[in-house]
């Protein structure tokens, strides 16, 4: 089964943009609520058969300094409770990249929540392309529609990894 070549219309539409601000927010409110026994999985997409670990990111607005909280798929990378998470900038494909990523472009020492466990302090560093090279396989065999996302958009999707600090 071959990957769409475009993106899907109305992916980019307001509405949708809108629709799916208001998912976050829900999910966030929701794995907050159950420090994570609800909502730790993505089960949407490639995640329907096979679901994908989520995190919450805490980070603060460049401009605005308003504090932030994004859930996002993640890969843990390497052994032990001092792994590597690895997250992808993809946003379904569309021309422009998060704001999450400019902001830890901006301010790569942050926290994240897993399910669980209490906030973790990271640092936020941009994969180089050898090192996206290495990750980009285990993110794809991760969430299959990451694939689809590359295909969708000209940019080029940006791996980050949120180290413990």
Same mark, same amino acid.
């Given at each position: 089964? *071959? =990957?769409?070549?475009?993106?899907?219309? *109305?992916?980019?539409?307001?509405?949708?943009?809108?629709?799916?601000?208001?998912?976050?927010?829900?999910?966030? /409110?929701?794995?907050?609520?159950?420090?994570?026994?609800?909502?730790?999985?993505?089960?949407?997409?490639?995640?329907?058969?096979?679901?994908?670990?989520?995190?919450?990111?805490?980070?603060?607005?460049?401009?605005?300094?308003?504090?932030?909280?994004?859930? =996002?798929?993640?890969?843990?990378?390497?052994?032990?409770? !001092?792994?590597?998470?690895?997250?992808? /900038?993809?946003?379904?494909?569309?021309?422009?990249? $998060?704001?999450?990523?400019?902001? =830890?472009?901006? /301010?790569?020492?942050?926290?994240?929540?897993?399910?669980?466990?209490?906030?973790? $302090?990271?640092?936020?560093?941009?994969?180089?392309?050898?090192?996206?090279?290495?990750?980009?396989?285990?993110?794809?065999?991760?969430?299959?529609?990451? /694939?689809?996302?590359?295909?969708?958009? !000209?940019?080029?999707?940006?791996?980050?990894?949120?180290?413990?600090?």
């Amino acid at each position: 089964m *071959g =990957l769409p070549e475009e993106r899907p219309p *109305g992916l980019d539409n307001p509405r949708t943009v809108t629709a799916i601000k208001w998912m976050a927010k829900i999910q966030v /409110a929701v794995f907050k609520a159950t420090n994570g026994r609800v909502g730790r999985y993505w089960r949407i997409g490639a995640g329907w058969r096979k679901p994908v670990p989520t995190l919450l990111l805490h980070h603060v607005g460049r401009k605005s300094g308003t504090a932030f909280t994004t859930p =996002l798929l993640y890969l843990p990378y390497g052994d032990g409770p !001092d792994a590597d998470l690895v997250i992808v /900038a993809s946003q379904g494909g569309l021309p422009k990249n $998060p704001q999450w990523f400019h902001n =830890l472009m901006a /301010a790569p020492d942050c926290e994240v929540s897993l399910p669980g466990r209490r906030r973790v $302090p990271v640092h936020a560093h941009r994969a180089d392309s050898a090192e996206k090279e290495r990750l980009w396989p285990l993110l794809v065999d991760l969430y299959a529609d990451f /694939a689809k996302y590359a295909v969708w958009t !000209d940019r080029d999707i940006p791996v980050v990894v949120l180290s413990p600090r």
